[in-house]
């Protein structure tokens, strides 16, 4: 199968699907490039491969996207497992076992909350620290991995034109992370 270059493999001729007809009784052929929805969840997955990929040449293999909320929760403040979970927008059961798994993979501490028994305070370790503060130049080098593949120019409309779909969704930009 043919590499383009960004190293993925070429999907073109894979952008075939086939959808059942209301009816049931017949179908039709429909290339995935003729669907927005699946064009931007493919171009998602292939912008999360990217990151993850970029992540782990800088020592961070481990990392998974899911991650990225927490850890984007803590660098803008928030230590308590509720604050984390709001402003990650997931449930705080989903944010404990995150913050889990960042604990264990070395990247947060946990520690009593000396004004509530019962909760913990979650922050950055060495080694979590040290993610946050290398993680704007992943961004970028992510980024220009695309641009080498779209141009700068399309890159510039591409993300005119999310930014429009992000605003009119209600959703924030830059609450979400990376």
Known sequence: MAMDNL?????SDQLEWTRPSASGSDSTTQRLDE???????IAFRVSERYLLDRTAQHGHADIRMTHFPIMRSMSRGAERMT???DMASVTKQTAGVLAAELEVMG????????QDGRAKIVQFTRRG????KTLPHILDETE???VGAIGADDLEQLMRILMKLVSNSGDVPGAIAP
């Open 35 to 41: 669907n927005a929805i699946r064009l931007l969840l």
């Open 7 to 11: 190293g993925t493999r070429a999907i």
């Open 144 to 146: 220009n991995q695309i």
């Open 107 to 114: 990247y947060v501490g946990r520690r009593p909350d000396p």
């Open 83 to 85: 604050d984390i979970a």
């Open 129 to 132: 620290r040290s993610l946050m």
